[in-house]
């Protein structure tokens, strides 16, 4: 590690992230490069975000020529590559407009906008509560904290936005015990990512969803970790057979550029009109030639790879003697330890060139969308070691 890089970090930089000892300077599909040359297979996509692993050449230049020929526009102005992004995304997914932000969080206040507007709309002031689940995780801004339904992020920065009540995942009763009339949308992750890889029951889903239809609440389902391939299907609900109302992506969606989006079907694509929603990067150029890439190479051949190679990789991992179980859905995995802590093997899978990340209690897989069998393997070896 550079000194300098890591000394100049904690004198200017906000301590809010706990680092690794270790400085990233290049990459190329699913490995990394520190200071020193050491390469390292990187089996977290930056967070779900490479979802083509480091500088796909395809993705390097479609961005490089869009960067040649329009940086920025406001969108007080019409672009092509917003307007080709928001068509492919539509068309591909079924929904009907898109609201194009810049990350996880702003794509989730966005959603929770339309949803109390929609339901202002129609029957006034008073029904705003919005249910999401226990364990959930939908961003950092003060209201997706309040949506988020863990405790542990309700500190601090009073006061957080009212209206957020919380449901036991896979439990509909727990849900219906909240229906009191005020309620104007779920909001739930298909699996739950930060809270542990957990994906929900299908039955549940069902219920939910239906549960939404027959009382005009928004269903909104926050696709931020899981979309844009990483469980095998463009969109998790998919493997639910649902279309929920609104749904919502960002990390993996720009293939490494900073991208939030909001997609709403004919119900409520209407809600929001001029200048009551807006941001000043949403639908970057550049941004969206990005996204353009990712939407072109995410296609049904490339999402059955991903399926495959989840599967294979999940029953590989299931054969380790010191893993308890493994969850999640295509490339987006987490394995529940027997003895070993999480956030041990992942700082020991760093000194053996292998990068992992952990949620909650677990050892949490995002490798690229792109990684291969050869890949696969070399990163189980590892962590056979580290087992
Ligand atoms: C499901 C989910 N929603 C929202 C967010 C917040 O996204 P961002 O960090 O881009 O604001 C995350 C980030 O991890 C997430 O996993």
């Keep these: ?100 932000a810049n990350s996880g969080a702003e794509a989730n206040e966005g959603a929770i906008k339309i949803a109390r507007k929609y339901s202002f709309d129609k029957y006034g002031k008073g029904r705003d509560k919005i249910i999401t689940l226990i364990n959930s995780f939908h961003g950092r801004t003060i209201t997706t904290l309040s949506a988020t339904g863990q405790d542990v992020f309700h500190n601090y920065f009073y006061p957080f936005t009212e209206g957020f009540v919380y449901a036991k995942a896979n439990d509909i009763d727990s849900v219906k015990a909240l229906l009191d009339g005020s309620v104007c949308a779920i909001v739930a992750e298909m699996v739950q990512g930060e809270g542990g890889v957990i994906a929900l029951d299908k039955e549940f889903v069902k219920q939910v969803y239906e549960l939404c239809q027959q009382n005009d609440i928004l269903f909104v389902v926050d696709e931020v970790q899981t979309g844009a391939g990483r469980t095998g299907k463009f969109l998790a609900s998919e493997h639910f057979d649902i279309l929920p109302d609104i749904t919502t992506m960002a990390k993996g969606l720009g293939g490494g550029l900073p991208v939030g989006a909001v997609l709403a079907n004919e119900k409520c694509s209407q809600v929001l009109g001029y200048s009551m929603h807006g941001t000043t990067f949403g639908g970057n150029p550049i941004v969206c030639a990005g996204v353009n890439y990712v939407l072109d190479t995410i296609d049904e051949e490339f999402l059955k790879e991903v399926e495959e190679k989840g599967k294979y990789l999940k029953s590989e991992l299931e054969k380790l003697d010191e893993v308890e179980s493994v969850s999640g859905l295509g490339l987006m995995l987490g394995l529940k330890l027997k003895t070993k802590v999480a956030s041990e093997v ?42």
């Design 1 to 100: 590690m550079s000194k300098s890089v890591k000394e100049i970090d904690k004198k200017y930089i906000m301590n809010t992230y706990n680092r690794y000892d270790l400085e990233i300077v290049e990459g190329m599909g699913c490995n990394c490069y520190d200071i020193e040359g050491k390469e390292y297979l990187d089996l977290s996509s930056g967070i779900g975000v490479n979802s083509l692993g480091y500088c796909d050449m395809g993705w390097v230049a479609s961005v490089t020529q869009q960067v040649c020929k329009l940086n920025h526009t406001s969108n007080l102005y019409y672009s092509q590559p917003c307007a080709l992004a928001a068509e492919k995304l539509c068309k591909r997914t079924g929904y009907d407009k898109v609201f194009f």
């Design 346 to 387: 992942v700082k020991e899978g760093i000194k053996k060139g292998l990068i992992m990340l952990t949620a909650k209690d677990k050892v949490r897989l995002l490798p690229p969308l792109i990684i291969s069998y050869e890949e696969i393997d070399k990163a189980l070896s590892i962590m056979k070691t580290l087992l």
